[in-house]
Nanobody, 115 residues
Framework: QVQLVESGGGLVQAGGSLRLSCAAS????????MGWYRQAPGKQREFVAS???????NYADSVKGRFTASRDNAKNTMYLQMNNLKPEDTAVYSC?????????WGQGTQLTVSS
């Protein structure tokens, strides 16, 4: 089992940057894929980014070129660097880990981007 805890959310102005962290309760070295989803008020949850244990990344079109997913296996932590933030990025961001077909989720962290 893997427990995930996000941090780093907050309030930022449009055009600003922020980095989210997702700390795992145990080693993520063998966790095949980890990633981020987000959910804005009144909207469905949507995929944001993912990164495999081999470093292969995948991004939603809406964040390509602005967001970067990374993982530090030594710290059991995954990150989401977000640059050039837009008001439409406002949402609760949740990280997930897919480990041997089992899906684990964090509790989410709020990001608010003001215009």
């Amino acid at each position: 089992q893997v427990q995930l805890v996000e941090s780093g959310g907050g309030l930022v102005q449009a055009g600003g940057s922020l980095r989210l962290s997702c700390a795992a309760s145990r080693s993520i070295f063998n966790v095949y894929v980890m990633g981020w989803y987000r959910q804005a008020p009144g909207k469905q949850r949507e995929f944001v980014a993912s990164i495999t244990s081999g470093g292969r990344r995948n991004y939603a079109d809406s964040v390509k070129g602005r967001f970067t997913a990374s993982r530090d296996n030594a710290k059991n932590t995954m990150y989401l660097q977000m640059n050039n933030l837009k008001p439409e990025d406002t949402a609760v961001y949740s990280c997930y880990a897919n480990n041997d077909g089992l899906l684990y989720w964090g509790q989410g962290t709020q990001l608010t981007v003001s215009s």
